[in-house]
C-alpha cells in the first residue's frame, strides 16, 4: 500500500514561486506514474502536471504550461512541483496521486493511491 504526503503548500504572492513535494512511502515512484491534481472550491479536480514511471514522459495542463515543472528525485522517494508565476487562479488543494497502470495522465480515475492535499493560495 503506497502512501503519498504532499507539503509545501502556503500563501503567496502572485508572480511568486512555491515548490510542493509529495514523500512515498511503500513503494517508489521509480515505479509509479506520478500526478499532481488540484480542485479549487466549486470546481471539479483538474490535472496540472503527470510523470510516467517508466519513459519519463511529462504532461501539463493547459493552464500551467511554462509555468509549473514536475520532478522526481533519483530514489524515486519524492515528487516535486515547481510552480513559478502563479496567478491568483492557481489558488486550490493540491493533491498528489500515483498509479501503475496505463492510461491517459489526465484521468483522475485512473491514480489508484492519493495524498491528503495542501493548500496553495495566491493573493493579488
Known amino acids: 500500500q503506497v502512501q503519498l504526503i504532499e507539503s509545501g503548500g502556503r500563501l503567496v504572492q502572485a508572480g511568486g514561486s512555491l515548490r510542493l513535494s509529495c514523500e512515498a512511502s511503500?513503494?517508489?515512484?521509480?515505479?509509479?506514474?506520478a500526478g499532481w491534481f488540484r480542485q479549487a472550491p466549486g470546481k471539479e479536480r483538474e490535472i496540472v502536471a503527470a510523470?510516467?514511471?517508466?519513459?519519463?514522459?511529462?504532461f501539463y495542463g493547459d493552464s500551467v504550461k511554462g509555468r509549473f515543472t514536475i520532478s522526481r528525485d533519483n530514489a524515486g522517494n519524492t515528487v516535486s512541483l515547481q510552480m513559478d508565476s502563479l496567478k491568483p487562479e492557481d489558488t486550490a488543494v493540491y493533491y498528489c496521486?500515483?498509479?501503475?497502470?496505463?492510461?491517459?495522465?489526465?484521468?483522475?480515475?485512473?491514480?489508484?493511491?492519493w495524498g491528503q492535499g495542501t493548500q496553495v493560495t495566491v493573493s493579488s
Open positions: 496521486a500515483a498509479r501503475r497502470r496505463g492510461g491517459a495522465f489526465s484521468r483522475a480515475d485512473l491514480y489508484d493511491y
Open positions: 511503500g513503494g517508489t515512484f521509480n515505479a509509479y506514474t
Open positions: 510523470l510516467g514511471w517508466s519513459t519519463d514522459m511529462t
